[in-house]
């Protein structure tokens, strides 16, 4: 069959979407940017593809398996994958480990590490038994590292110690040491130094290698199994596909296969929500305020200049300021009564900001929520400059994830423009890369 | 770039003024008076009638910038106490000063014998040569010029504007230069000033052509170069600006575009109408966003800067003074806004442009102000697509390419999207 792809490579992630020749998504797939584009690309490309050859599979036997057969597999599948990838980190870390400077404190490390490993991989398994699906980061490097650093602070220092209570993932671990002298410190600086490596490493995370021990996870059932030999049958042959995002340039594609990531987000948007004719895009380093004509088309935008005051980056520094979760920020910030003022929405000077409102005693809930609603006054000032809302808007980009933001934005919007449909999708973070896939369709 | 590939008249202007700077450097021996004078309104026969040579500060920092020293100056000045907003052609001329005034082609500046402002409506340049006037102690005058409100001047600003010049700055060239106002050479310099900007203003017009011989941006910035400056009026002057217009007509005769930094851009995608100040430090990047997309503009403010000699002025020798008056108020930021919309639209139709562009600089507010109104004007009155970039004039901090670029290619993919949409 024939598929359309659209690779959106933005700052902080890079994104695929796969559709098939009618346009509907087959496949999406999400992968942290990296320094490293080619990579990133390859693997949200991998992802996407295999997510497809799911949505085939489903096409496939929902009907005689069962929606539940094919979720249990889905997750048995992820679960393979993250295996693969936790053999990885294990054997860097473990590298790392052998090289210390003494055998005694190497040998005391791999005892560490061994417990360590060992439980996050039973987390992993019992996770999958439970059929537990819950919030949770989508990417390797921050499910993992917030188990491994839990189970390293425990080792150093049991539940039920004594303990003094410290804001900061490094500093909760204390002078802490396991019964053969191991720190918290030196077992995180292991993880540090391994984690880019392993993010870097090419790894087969692809459907072929993995779905048959996935297959024999679940059981093996017939109707599935013959499923998955008809899904893997099926030819998939790219027949266009379009790339955007700020890594653009680093895809082997020729020029007419790029398209500007403000092209795509408007016509990414006019898919999803085909009335819209405003789109508000906060990435992680730029703001873009688009109008779209009825067929999708981009007739005017402004975004920020270079300073990335306000963009999602900015939300990614306060959330490693108060050592919270990206995800966290925003439900922590809707918590808040009486949202501080704040003007100046500046990246650099994000942590001197908060730690002085938290010198003057607000609640940490009232900066978080005055944080937001600075970052989209911002974003209402493009809006302004680009034509303002008349009609349908869409909110797209990471940032419409943060429900913080989507209050702020929805309260604003009333404000200046009154009532105004907005649309946001749960795919939002896609639509760069569906707009990406529509314009390689759209060519071919 | 080799000698092959640049055209003549821009081996010509090189030339024209790396001996400018040189005749500077040895004012002190030769005793030529000096005047520091600005741009817009400048009134260089003038000052040449007296046997005084003109400096301008702009044109120094613009070109320091061009040779990547401007980010040193600026350092230089912001440590002398000029904060990250002040206007980064005043710190990069107040940097050059603190580093031994070597000017931009490695030449020393002589100092001011007289500091003339003929154009208020920038206020930045009054406060200025404010600074100047601090440091060297020298003679200033500064003439009021009448902001535009109605988009022409009256009869009674041209008379006040006229008096000042007669009462305050003819006094004092006269006292700075020891030589008495000669008006018939007046004249015959304004005489050459016309006869030039005719020929400038044929070398802008031809770009109604298709495809157009000249980018009228990034090209035609080296064009008005000698007539802003200290040329116009001078013999050589006049001959630059007809090998100009030859080597101009020659292209379009044979159907050829401009020489751009992708090479010769004789197959042209876009034609653009720009408003606002190139960026001086990544010039040549900047005109590679366009020229690699092959975009080429028709027609833009920027060249207007130093006169807006296309709406049909011309310097006067029947009328020294007044002529001279005429020509301060009417530069292009001393224009109203509904002046600036109505040039703009114009410029549109008159050259078929697919669009236009407004490139902001945070250094300077008489362009910048009410940029987003004319923005909206401009595409409310032509249908074109408009589009809105932003940097600064000569600190490389405010340019960032990536951000530029990604606007830039979204603009032209726009246009496409939009030409597509029109044919189905």
Redesign the interface.
């Given at each position: 069959m024939k598929v359309f792809v659209g690779i959106d490579l933005g700052s902080t992630t890079t994104k695929a979407v796969v559709l098939d020749e009618d346009g509907v998504v087959l496949g999406r797939g999400i992968t942290n940017s990296r320094s490293n584009y080619d990579l990133a690309a390859e693997v949200a490309r991998t992802e996407a593809f295999v997510s497809a050859r799911f949505d085939l599979l489903r096409r496939e036997v929902e009907a005689t398996a069962g929606r539940e057969a094919l979720d249990r597999l889905l997750s048995a599948f992820r679960l393979e994958q993250r295996r693969a990838q936790l053999g990885l980190l294990r054997e860097r870390v473990e590298t790392e480990a052998r090289l210390s400077e003494s055998a005694d404190e190497g040998r005391a490390l791999l005892d560490a590490l061994g417990v360590l490993f060992d439980r996050i991989e039973a987390e992993e398994e019992e996770r999958f038994e439970s059929g537990d699906a819950g919030e949770r980061s989508d990417f390797f490097r921050d499910a993992v590292g917030s188990a491994y650093a839990r189970i390293a602070e425990e080792l150093v220092c049991p539940p039920g110690a004594d303990r003094t209570v410290n804001a900061g993932v490094k500093a909760r671990g204390g002078a802490g040491r396991t019964p053969n002298g191991v720190t918290f410190d030196r077992l995180m600086g292991l993880y540090d130094k391994s984690i880019v490596a392993v993010e870097n490493q090419r790894i087969e995370l692809g459907f072929r290698d993995h779905i048959g021990p996935a297959l024999f996870r679940i059981g093996d059932p017939r109707e599935v199994r013959e499923g998955v030999s008809r899904a893997l049958a099926l030819e998939i042959v790219v027949a266009g596909q379009v790339g955007t995002g700020y890594g653009r340039a680093r895809l082997p594609f020729p020029k007419e296969q790029i398209r500007s990531e403000i092209l795509c987000h408007g016509l990414g948007a006019h898919v999803m929500f085909p009335a819209t004719r405003t789109v508000l895009d906060i990435g992680g380093q730029d703001t873009k305020a688009i109008q779209v004509d009825e067929q999708g088309i981009v007739t005017s935008f402004q975004m920020n200049d270079r300073c990335a005051a306000g963009c999602g980056r900015y939300l990614g520094y306060i959330a490693d300021e108060m050592n919270v979760g990206l995800h966290e920020l925003g439900p922590i910030a809707l918590a808040g009564k009486r949202p501080v003022r704040i003007t100046s929405t500046c990246t650099v000077f994000a942590g001197a900001e908060l730690r002085e409102r938290i010198a003057l005693g607000e609640r940490r809930e009232d900066i978080l929520a005055g944080l937001h609603r600075a970052v989209i006054l911002r974003a209402m000032s493009l809006l302004a400059r680009s034509g303002g809302i008349e009609e349908e808007f869409s909110f797209t980009g990471g940032v419409a994830r943060n429900p913080a933001a989507v209050a702020a934005l929805e309260r604003l919007v009333y404000e200046n423009y009154g009532t105004r449909r907005i649309n946001i999708s749960p795919e939002s973070i896609y639509t760069g890369a569906l707009g990406a896939a529509h314009f390689a369709r759209r060519a071919a | 770039m080799s000698v092959e590939t640049k055209d003549r008249s821009m081996l010509l202007q090189k030339e024209m003024i790396a001996e400018h700077y040189r005749r500077l450097e040895q004012a002190p021996e030769t005793g030529e008076p000096v005047v520091y004078t600005f741009v817009p309104g400048n009134l260089t026969e003038l000052i040449r009638s007296f046997g005084a040579l003109p400096v301008l500060p702009e044109i120094n920092a613009l070109q320091s910038a061009m040779r990547g020293k401007s980010q040193a100056y600026i350092a230089a000045a912001e440590r002398s106490g000029h904060s990250e907003d002040v206007c980064s052609y005043v710190k990069c001329d107040l940097g050059m000063l603190r580093s031994g005034n070597v000017g931009p082609t490695g030449t020393r500046l002589p100092k001011p014998d007289l500091l003339l402002l003929s154009y208020t409506g920038c206020f930045t340049f009054m406060k200025w040569f404010e600074l100047l006037r601090e440091e060297y102690g020298c003679p200033t005058v500064f003439l009021h010029v009448p902001y535009q409100a109605d988009g022409r001047e009256t009869p009674e600003q041209r008379a006040y504007v006229t008096r000042q010049i007669r009462e305050d700055l003819l006094p004092a060239l006269e006292k700075v230069t020891g030589r008495r106002y000669d008006e018939d050479r007046l004249r015959e310099s304004l005489a050459t000033s016309a006869s030039s900007e005719d020929d400038l203003v044929a070398v802008l017009e031809s770009a109604r052509r298709t495809p157009s011989p000249i980018d009228a941006y990034f090209g035609a910035v080296y064009y008005v170069g000698p007539i802003f400056s200290a040329f116009r009026g001078t013999e050589e002057g006049a001959r630059y600006y007809a090998a100009l217009r030859s080597e101009v007509e020659e292209r379009a005769s044979r159907g050829l575009g401009p020489l751009t930094p992708s090479g010769p851009l004789d197959s042209q995608k876009y034609r653009l109408v720009v408003e606002g100040p190139p960026n001086w430090t990544h010039f040549r990047d900047f005109w590679r966003m366009f020229s690699d997309e092959g975009a080429v503009v028709v027609a833009s403010t920027y060249t207007k800067v130093g006169g807006t000699y296309d709406t049909g002025f011309r310097h006067d020798p029947g009328d020294p003074l007044g002529t001279l008056a005429d020509y301060c108020s009417g530069c292009y930021t001393n224009l109203s806004l509904p002046a600036r919309v109505e040039m703009l639209a114009r410029y549109v139709r008159e050259y078929s442009a697919d669009g236009f562009l407004i490139h902001s600089v945070k250094s300077c507010n008489s362009f910048s102000a009410g940029q987003?109104t004319i923005l909206?004007e401009v595409?409310r009155r032509t249908g074109a697509?408009?589009?809105?970039i932003?940097?600064d004039l000569v600190d490389a901090r405010?340019?960032?390419p990536?951000?530029l670029k990604?606007?830039l290619?979204?603009y032209f993919?726009?246009i496409d999207?939009?030409r597509a949409?029109a044919r189905a």
């Open positions: - | 987003l909206r595409e697509p408009g589009a809105f932003e940097s405010y340019f960032s990536a951000n990604t606007r290619e979204s993919q726009m999207a939009r949409g």
